[in-house]
């Protein structure tokens, strides 16, 4: 008889404690962060002496240069597209607003999404090269990096580091 109202009592406590958990769950989900995606990289003008190799020794940033981030979808189809500039150090950072997966395995930004080089403002190193990618779409890598905010955590994804080529060199 002792028994059973052990049991008993502690399969109430255990209930009671499930019950508060589900409820303190569905609170802080209304109150969850939001989880954005970042993409960061480098552009440079690779130096002559290396030209025809993908060496970037003695590389100069590529200030005002343009990226673009493309993902596509499990099916194939683009479901991101936007265009970052590089600051005056050819760094650049843009914030995947409005990405969205459908699918957590096949539309992760790391199987989803690639970058590619567009544009650079320097005439005298304006050739796109296929450096790590940048014209057919370097991908993204995850080097277990985040930022933290008050309510805001972002997944910071890395490419490159890629390339222009100099227009004239003897």
């Not at 650079?120 to 296929?130: F, K, L, Q």
């Amino acid at each position: 008889m002792a028994r059973q109202q052990l049991i008993t009592a502690i399969s109430l406590l255990l209930l009671s404690s499930a019950f508060a958990f589900v409820k303190g769950f569905e609170e802080s989900s209304s109150e969850e962060n939001k989880v954005g995606v970042v993409v960061e990289g480098m552009v440079y003008c690779q130096s002559c002496k290396y030209y025809g190799t993908w060496s970037l020794t003695g590389a100069k940033p590529v200030p005002s240069a343009k990226v673009s981030v493309t993902c596509k979808d499990h099916k194939n189809r683009v479901s991101f597209y936007k265009a970052f500039p590089t600051n005056e150090n050819g760094y650049f950072y843009g914030q995947l607003d409005g990405f969205k997966m459908n699918n957590c395995i096949l539309d992760h930004p790391l199987q989803a999404c690639v970058v590619r080089l567009l544009s650079s403002p320097d005439s005298n190193c304006s050739s796109i090269s296929n450096i790590n990618d940048g014209i057919n779409g370097a991908p993204l890598r995850y080097e277990n990096k985040r930022l933290f905010g008050k309510k805001y955590e972002a997944v910071v994804y890395s490419t490159g580091p890629l390339a222009f080529l100099p227009s004239r060199c003897y």
